[in-house]
């Protein structure tokens, strides 16, 4: 009964990538930045001065859809501790989130508890959240996602890794005892949700976050201490897992008396003790000679470190029961020999002819302007303030760019350099397109990255799909991946790890495919991180790049004209990494006040937001900018809403025009000169080729401002 | 140089930027564990941001049990510069050093976002290098900030000057009176819910915060509170 459950727990979809292996091993994973690829706890990446930044992104979308504040703030939880096992101190967090319409209750429930359940754990465990993205469509509903990212630095040499080794050598549970909560969650994480998934949520773990920081400190004390050899989480399939996992990276067995584990309850039983997924719990391996000074250190800490077993040199995995054998398996067979699948695929028959569809065009569109007003109310649009103000975005005094930008900069304290941190994924192009669209998902997490002056070094990923058991499904997750790795070797940032959740299904059918992209970039000089909002009057508005008619899967089309169809925008690699390298570079040479990248909504949601941003206490700036000269072909609705790749608005001063000029011909990007910024406070006003747009830039601020906390109704 | 003790609890997560500032601004801090009863000859005492157990009884409540807690009251009594500083200030209330108390935000959730604040004392160990009346923005982010006090007792902080921060325009949390921080009669214990160590470096975007740290050395300066680098000038510390 135990070695079956121990099969069942580690051979799940979520510990054991089965259907997912041969396609993760096409990734590049490799480079002279990279210090640690997949198959550990977290990705490591090197940085200057003998740092390092270890950062992975995980899934906690099952726990949430049935219990979202304990579901989002234990997904939290989980990828703090993946980052600190890593001796890395955990110094930012990105959230990417996706729920159904906020028109619907249940959506603002879940929207509402997922937020303050990841809030309430991480500003008590004190780290800040400087980015992350919210997404609202209707293939989420029934089936949100939640995704956590965490972000940690440390010396190179301190890196850890979690493998056990040493005969002899002393296993240690340390933190919180083990109960009956979460037992087969790694299982519930990979099947469907139903009707009956609201009898799961005595599968949800239970959050603790006060243990959870104490853990963490004193972790990366016995880390730095030299008396353990190896740490890890007992996350999904708990100890089971963490022990197993840790046995077979270090080529050992290992020999556990089940009962010695500290319990909450009496009579737990070895199968459930092996399984529990209770939260805040870590399995130390400490040298043979130093498992006193490891419990005084944990002492210290009020956590209690128990020896449970010792690594052996037979290869077995072997629980005991004081001196009964509970389970014996050779450790390779658990997590070795799991099956791999290869799927059928074959891309679903609905969708080419989506691809090919247009809008309907019987009813008369709106003027640009109300297009413009109607898309900034729009939730996944609109600013995100209502979200991140949840989050202690300050803690640790760090944050150079806070979130609401581009993406997030912090700085590392006693050096000049900083780290860009971002996600993106915009999955409107992926289930149209999975091959552009993951492509696209790698370009505009870079292009955001770049937009504040940092080279992109690397990414982790979070693959959010259906069940790979249906083989439209399959199709989309295999070309998302291909287009993922071909943007990945074009920006020199491999994957470094990441999380596949598969099995994302509600009886409303499977989510939209959202490959999301972590990624950190390297800024050389904290101090001049680009901001994404306009910041003088009379500074020059300049926008990169190109656009064209390219308005399959945006904004426009799903909010103003209700259809989500069309070919989606295309990527071109070669002028993605031209534009991220003249936008690096002009950054370096001090030339741009600001960098906003332009996306969803194209080049007019990136021009009012460019206006509008900026500290929300401020009043926003005035903008005065002609377009009839831009891209000639173009519709009026196309030069403001087409989602082209590729593109950027910045702000630059008269006197550095001609240099940043220069310099963008170099890197053969074009720049058209747009218009002039002007005073905070006063008019917004976009001349086009046959209409114009002009409001006063507190109008533009009150709806972008205004939508999600409207619906929330504050 | 002033020697600084920053006491750590279990849950305190504001205690390196906490050091970082008052080191940046020239003293000599250390931290001092809460289980330790000795304040090791410290000039001042600061509690610093965080959750102390969790704040999961109330925020504060337990902390002020803590071993260390008859050393500051002391320290305190004798005349000695406390200062709390968000969950710091929860505590010093818990422990009846400051008057009133915090409680829970007006609209129930945690609010993370930079404030208009205007200093209203200046003859305090931690205000003295500000101006009287000068406005400044530094950022809060707690759930339990909400100033509250009896009738008698608001009275008289506002008779007596004790109000030393305000809040101006927005009031991000519903404190009566639009309070951020206060101190004690004596003037030498003080509280405050923004987070002035947050904010004390261009790179962060501001340094409103810095003087909260360099009035505590503002005695061994040659100029009274404006130019920073006066006084300042340290290199970060990790």
């Not at chain 1, 005892?177 to 099947?191: K, L, M, N, Q, V």
């Not at chain 1, 993922?484 to 989510?511: H, L, M, Q, R």
């Not at chain 1, 310099?663 to 002007?678: D, K, M, N, Q, R």
């Not at chain 2, 740290?213 to 130019?227: C, K, M, N, P």
Request: overall charge negative.
């Amino acid at each position: 009964m135990s070695e079956l459950g121990i099969f069942s727990a580690l051979w799940s979809e979520h510990c054991s990538y089965k259907h997912s292996r041969p396609i993760l091993k096409t990734f590049p994973t490799t480079g002279p930045q990279v210090v640690q690829g997949p198959g550990e706890n977290a990705g490591v990446l090197r940085l200057p001065d003998g740092w390092a930044v270890a950062f992975k992104i995980e899934s906690h979308n099952h726990p949430s859809a049935v219990e979202p504040y304990q579901g989002a703030a234990t997904g939290a939880g989980g990828i703090l501790r993946d980052v600190f096992t890593m001796g890395a101190r955990p110094v930012a967090m990105l959230n990417s989130l996706r729920f159904g319409s906020l028109d619907e209750a249940r959506n603002r429930y879940l929207f509402a508890g997922v937020v303050k359940g990841i809030g309430d754990y991480g500003n008590c465990v004190g780290v800040p959240v400087l980015g992350g993205e919210v997404d609202f469509a209707p293939g989420y509903t029934g089936n949100p996602l939640v995704n956590a990212m965490c972000v940690g630095l440390l010396k190179e040499k301190d890196l850890i890794r979690a493998a056990a080794h040493g005969v002899g050598n002393v296993l240690i549970t340390m933190g919180s005892s083990t109960g009956r909560d979460g037992i087969h969650g790694a299982s519930f994480a990979s099947e469907e949700l139903t009707a009956k998934s609201e009898a799961r949520r005595p599968q949800v773990q239970v959050g603790d976050p006060f243990t959870e920081k104490l853990l963490l400190e004193a972790s990366l004390e016995l880390i730095h201490s030299g008396h353990i050899v190896a740490i890890q989480d007992m996350g999904a399939a708990g100890l089971t897992s963490s022990s197993a996992e840790m046995a077979a990276r270090g080529g050992v067995g290992v020999e556990i008396d089940l009962s010695l584990v500290p319990t909450r309850e009496a009579g737990m039983t070895p199968y459930e003790i092996l399984l529990s997924e209770s939260q805040e719990r870590m399995l130390v391996v400490a040298k043979a000679d130093r498992v006193k000074e490891v419990q005084a250190i944990a002492d210290k800490w009020d956590l209690t470190a128990m020896p449970i077993g010792r690594v052996t040199d037979d290869g077995m995995y072997r629980c005991m029961w004081k001196d009964q054998v509970v389970v014996e398996i050779p450790g390779r067979q658990l997590v070795e020999d799991c099956p791999v699948y290869y799927p059928e695929a074959r891309e679903g028959e609905s969708v080419a002819a989506l691809r090919s569809a247009l809008p309907a065009s019987h009813f008369p569109l709106p003027a640009p302007g109300e297009a413009l007003l109607r898309l900034l109310d729009d939730p996944s649009v609109a600013s995100k303030r209502w979200v991140y103000e949840q989050y202690d975005s300050s803690v640790q005094a760090r944050a150079v760019i806070h979130p609401g930008g581009d993406a997030g900069v912090l700085r590392v304290q006693g050096t000049d350099f900083g780290i860009a941190v971002t996600t993106d994924c915009n999955s409107r192009y992926l289930a149209l397109d999975p091959y552009e669209g993951g492509k696209g998902a790698v370009a505009e997490a870079a292009r955001n990255i770049a937009c504040t002056g940092a080279r992109p070094l690397g990414i982790t990923d979070c693959l959010n799909f259906g069940s790979p058991e249906r083989p439209e499904v399959f199709f989309q997750f295999r070309e998302a991946c291909r287009g993922i790795s071909d943007a990945c070797k074009a920006f020199d940032t491999p994957v470094t790890g990441g999380n596949v959740s598969f099995y994302n299904e509600s009886p409303t059918g499977a989510v939209d495919p959202t490959p999301v992209i972590g990624m950190v970039g390297l800024l050389e000089e904290a101090d001049h991180a680009v901001p994404s909002h306009a910041r003088s009057a009379g500074d020059v508005v300049l926008v990169a790049g190109d656009t064209k008619s390219e308005m399959g899967g945006s904004a426009y089309w799903e909010v103003i004209q209700g259809f989500r169809g069309g070919i989606p925008p295309r990527v071109d690699l070669v002028a993605a990494r031209n534009l991220v390298d003249f936008l690096v570079n002009a950054a370096r040479g001090r030339m741009l006040k600001s960098a906003h990248d332009a996306s969803a909504g194209g080049i007019g949601i990136a021009l009012a937001e460019m206006a509008i941003g900026g500290p929300y206490q401020q009043a926003g700036m005035g903008l005065t900018i002609d377009l009839s000269n831009y891209a000639p072909s173009l519709s009026d609705a196309d030069l403001l809403f087409s989602e082209s790749h590729n593109r950027a608005v910045l702000t630059v001063s008269p006197d550095r025009v001609a240099a940043v000029t220069k310099l963008a011909a170099e890197h053969g990007v074009s720049l058209y000169p747009a218009g002039t910024i002007g005073a905070p406070g006063t008019l917004v006003s976009i001349k086009l080729r046959d209409g114009a747009v002009s409001y006063p830039v507190g109008q533009l601020r009150e709806v972008y401002f205004g939508s999600i906390p409207r619906r929330m109704g504050d | 140089m002033r020697r600084v003790a920053v006491v750590v609890f279990p849950g305190t997560n504001s205690e390196v930027e906490t050091v970082d500032a008052a080191r940046d601004a020239g003293s000599d801090p250390y931290y001092v564990w809460h289980k330790d009863t000795d304040l090791k000859r410290a000039d001042v005492v600061i509690l610093p941001g965080g959750f102390s157990y969790g704040d999961y009884l109330r925020s504060g409540a337990i902390a002020r049990f803590s071993p260390i807690m008859d050393a500051v009251a002391t320290h305190a009594r004798a005349g000695g510069p406390v200062l709390g500083l968000c969950n710091g200030f929860q505590i010093l209330c818990e422990a009846g050093l400051l008057p009133g108390g915090l409680v829970r935000n007006d609209r129930l959730r945690y609010v993370s976002r930079p404030v208009r604040l205007r200093v209203e004392a200046v003859d305090t160990p931690f205000t003295n290098a500000y101006r009287k009346g000068e406005e400044i923005t530094i950022p809060i982010a707690h759930g339990d900030g909400r100033y509250v006090a009896d009738a008698p007792t608001l009275a008289a902080l506002e008779a007596e000057g004790q109000v030393v921060w305000r809040y101006v325009g927005e009031n991000p949390n519903g404190s009566t009176n639009g309070i951020a921080g206060v101190c004690n009669a004596a003037r030498n214990v003080v509280g405050v819910m923004p987070h002035p160590e947050r904010l004390n470096a261009p790179v962060l975007g501001g340094q409103d915060g810095a003087r909260v740290f360099f009035s505590l050395e503002a005695r061994d300066a040659t100029q009274h509170a404006g130019d920073l680098r006066a006084v300042g000038g340290h290199h970060r510390g990790m």
